[in-house]
């Protein structure tokens, strides 16, 4: 399966050797964490994974591409610099001790796309205990941090 043209829209760093998450953990963690069905729905082929969130009437596919560190660079540079201009927050640690990213990415470009994708990373984030990048690249949050993009999202 081929991450094909869809556009990056978060990065979750984490310290897993798993090519992609577990199937339970994010069944458990989308119900917990946000009220919604996400569902694994495809194993890792090539590191690339499906996850589907059903939030409402709204059922979106969230794609994810699972990269180790040593062939992720230009991920770990946009960390990097986001961890600069936070000063460290405690994110430093986490980034350091990542080995893989998961990034992640929608087709659409509308409201439940957009809070699918963060929620998707808020599951991750939470169950792998690894931050994520937020969409603009200006800083890395755990789950209260996805939390509150996802309140802003129009």
């Known amino acids: 399966m081929s991450h094909g043209p869809w556009p990056v829209s978060w990065r979750v760093f984490v310290a897993t050797q798993r090519d992609a998450p577990?199937?339970?953990a994010v069944r458990t963690m989308g119900a917990s964490l946000f009220?919604?069905?996400v569902e694994r729905t495809s194993a890792s082929v090539d590191g690339a994974f499906v996850v589907t969130v059903l939030e409402g009437e709204a059922l979106t596919v969230v794609r994810g591409l699972?990269?180790?560190k040593e062939h992720?660079?230009?991920?770990w540079a946009?960390?990097?610099?986001a961890v600069?201009?936070?000063g460290g927050a405690g994110m430093d640690v986490l980034v350091a001790r990542?080995?893989?990213?998961w990034r992640l990415s929608v087709e659409r470009d509308d409201r439940p796309a957009r809070r699918a994708v963060a929620i998707v990373a808020g599951v991750l984030a939470q169950s792998e205990l690894g931050p994520a990048l937020l969409p603009d690249g200006t800083k890395l949050v755990g789950i209260r941090g996805v939390r509150q993009w996802i309140d802003l999202i129009a």
């Open 22 to 24: 577990e199937p339970a």
């Open 35 to 37: 009220g919604v069905s």
């Open 66 to 68: 699972s990269v180790a």
């Open 72 to 75: 992720a660079a230009d991920d």
């Open 78 to 81: 946009l960390a990097e610099r």
């Open 84 to 86: 600069t201009a936070m």
């Open 98 to 101: 990542a080995s893989r990213v």
